[in-house]
């Protein structure tokens, strides 16, 4: 029997994710992820109100660190250097899960009640970023686009961590976050082909 209730709380993490990934989240109960724990089931909802949440633990801590982050953020900084930043520092929680994030993302693309929750959590914590964001005077517009828009390079940068583990998950928020740049500065092909046509036929003699 785990002797803590953070341990029996990893443990239930543990075996709720491998009997996900054996049978499939539907098919497996509350009952048995205890019973494979080593524990009751009634020690299972001490921890989790439910089979989907054992997945999604750590948001918490997750959300509170980005937040403070944002707030005692240098005030020269704009928005989305904000949220790099504080996603760099929060680094420290990711890394540490690394273990549960890669199968844990993997039975959540596998299964649509997961996807569902995992969007409304994204949802959530894109509000919280924006909220952060108006406190410290950002408008409210502005701060919902880059809240959702670095929430999004976020994810990115932890789908490539995932794929390509050979990089720290810092160098993948720094490219991601890079790229979301360039983004911003490429002319579309569309209005390239547009531009070129207009200055040839702009030029003399033609």
Request: negative net charge; without cysteine; charged residues 35%.
């Given at each position: 029997m785990p002797r803590s209730g953070a341990e029996a709380r990893r443990r239930l993490q543990q075996a709720a994710l491998e009997l996900y990934r054996e049978r499939g989240f539907d098919q497996t109960t509350t009952a048995e992820i205890a019973a494979r724990a080593g524990v009751n089931e009634r020690t299972f909802f001490r921890h989790f109100p439910d089979k989907r949440e054992v997945?999604?633990?750590?948001?918490?801590?997750?959300?509170?660190?980005l937040?403070?982050?944002v707030a005692e953020a240098p005030d020269d900084l704009q928005p989305l250097?904000?949220?790099l930043r504080a996603?760099?520092?929060?680094?420290?929680?990711l890394e540490g899960n690394r273990p549960f994030a890669e199968p844990r993302l993997r039975v959540i693309a596998e299964t649509p009640a997961l996807r569902e929750r995992d969007l409304a959590k994204a949802a959530s914590m894109s509000e919280a970023l924006a909220e952060a964001l108006r406190r410290r005077g950002v408008p409210d517009r502005l701060a919902g686009l880059a809240a959702q828009t670095g929430w999004a390079a976020f994810h990115h940068a932890m789908q490539d961590w995932i794929d390509d583990p050979s990089r720290s998950l810092d160098a993948h928020l720094l490219q991601a976050f890079d790229d979301l740049r360039a983004l911003s500065l490429t002319v579309p092909p569309a209005q390239a082909s547009t531009q070129a046509s207009a200055l040839a036929q702009a030029r003399p003699g033609d």
């Open positions: 997945l999604f633990d750590g948001e918490a801590d997750l959300r509170a660190a937040t403070q982050s250097e904000i949220l996603f760099r520092k929060a680094e420290g929680i």
